[in-house]
């Protein structure tokens, strides 16, 4: 069975350290898709990023960073100085292709609080 | 433009009454999908649809409805509401294809059973 584990709860950062989120997966599947998505305290869910499982290049964009890598099964994302927007839940998710058609496996989301 | 939309936002109401929630999406995806997020924050799919076709069902309890009018449209109705439905039901699209594509979640709707 697809598994995704984010070991980190809950991390608190003040404003302008960098942090890094875990995420490590598990599959049988040699093609399958990885995302990030945030959960803001308002609740909505945004996507924020989708890796294949055959593109290990790390991804940046702004203030935020990806690290792709299928031998530890790890993609972890990293948020260089940290604003107090970044507050929030985030997800790693795993997609699983189920008859052509996809369902996300997520991991159990790690609370970001970024303080003043 | 509101990509995906939910109603009711919030749902409070008591045990053993019947609740429909709607999902609506402008993005052209040909496929819905209900998922159920618990007081943890844990996310769990429910169900799938593509094209008006149930394709995924996560062994959820017969009281829990979904019907798809068109590939826009997902509603999801629950009868008989227990005191552990109490959740945020969140709708989500995406266009199926030869690849995995994003889904585009709604803005969730909170359900709180008394």
């Known amino acids: 069975a697809q598994k995704v584990t984010q070991a980190q709860t809950e991390i608190s950062v003040v404003e302008k350290e960098d942090v890094t989120l875990d995420c490590v997966y598990e599959?049988?599947?040699?093609?399958?898709?990885l995302f990030w998505y945030k959960q803001p305290p308002s609740g909505e869910l945004v996507f924020l990023i989708r890796?294949?499982?055959?593109?290990?290049q790390n991804e940046i964009s702004g203030r935020y960073s990806w690290n792709f890598q299928k031998s530890t099964s790890s993609f972890n994302f990293t948020i260089t100085a940290s604003q107090v927007v970044d507050s929030a839940v985030y997800f790693c998710?795993?997609?699983?292709?189920?008859?052509?058609?996809?369902?996300?496996?997520f991991g159990t989301g790690t609370r970001l609080l970024v303080s003043p | 433009d509101t990509a995906v939309s939910q109603t009711p936002k919030y749902l409070v109401t008591q045990m053993g009454n019947d609740k429909s929630i709607k999902c609506e999406q402008n993005?052209?995806?040909?496929?819905m999908y209900w998922y159920k997020q618990d007081s943890k924050k844990f996310l769990k799919i429910m169900f799938s649809?593509?094209?008006?076709?149930?394709?995924i069902n996560e062994t959820v309890p017969n009281r829990f409805s979904p019907k798809s009018p068109d590939k826009a449209h997902l509603n999801l109705h629950i009868n008989s509401l227990e005191l552990g439905d109490s959740a945020v039901y969140f709708c989500?699209?995406?266009?199926?294809?030869?690849?995995?594509?994003?889904?585009?979640f709604g803005p969730g709707t909170r359900l709180l059973v008394l």
């Open positions: 989500a699209s995406s266009q199926s294809g030869g690849g995995v594509e994003t889904q585009y």
């Open positions: 599959t049988r599947d040699t093609t399958y898709y």
């Open positions: 890796r294949n499982s055959f593109d290990e």
């Open positions: 998710a795993l997609s699983e292709v189920k008859t052509g058609f996809q369902k996300l496996v």
């Open positions: 993005l052209g995806h040909d496929t």
């Open positions: 649809y593509n094209n008006k076709e149930l394709i």
